[in-house]
């Protein structure tokens, strides 16, 4: 038992673990806000446009069924109203993780791309030569008078 708890510390406390919590836990607060965003302000202006439909209201009632000694029972529904609010949920937070990764690649690619090594010196142009020339024969002539007095 000793052996499990002591797993499960190093478990818990592990940065990936701790990561991974935050992130359940920001993704279900994100969730919320986005449902919020789509049955508050996306919906009814959506349902005004087409007639003033609730959304949540769409649904198929199914046929009653009439079972010999049992009271009326409450008629089954399809609730497709809700479900097309769900999906358009979903569509919305994979469009902005979609966004975050994308985000995170072109960080990611720009720290790859960087460049290891600098780039190497142009060749000298012709003036640069002549010029290198001179100057090497002016300090042998120096030189030369140096060890001559």
Do not use: H
């Amino acid at each position: 038992m000793k052996g499990f708890i002591k797993e499960f510390k190093e478990f818990a406390v592990k940065g990936n673990a701790i990561d991974m919590a935050v992130g359940v836990i920001i993704g279900g607060a994100f969730g919320k806000i986005v449902s919020s965003i789509v049955n508050d302000i996306i919906m009814p202006p959506i349902g005004w446009l087409i007639g003033g439909v609730n959304f949540s209201d769409l649904k198929v009632t199914l046929p009653q069924v009439v079972i010999p000694g049992v009271e009326k029972m409450n008629s089954a529904t399809i609730n497709y109203g809700n479900f097309i609010q769900t999906l358009i949920d979903f569509l919305i937070v994979a469009l902005c993780v979609f966004l975050l990764v994308k985000l995170i690649n072109k960080i990611t690619r720009k720290k790859d791309e960087a460049p290891a090594t600098p780039a190497p010196e142009p060749a000298p142009t012709k003036e640069e030569l002549l010029l290198a020339e001179i100057r090497d024969l002016l300090k042998e002539k120096s030189a030369g008078e140096k060890e001559n007095s």
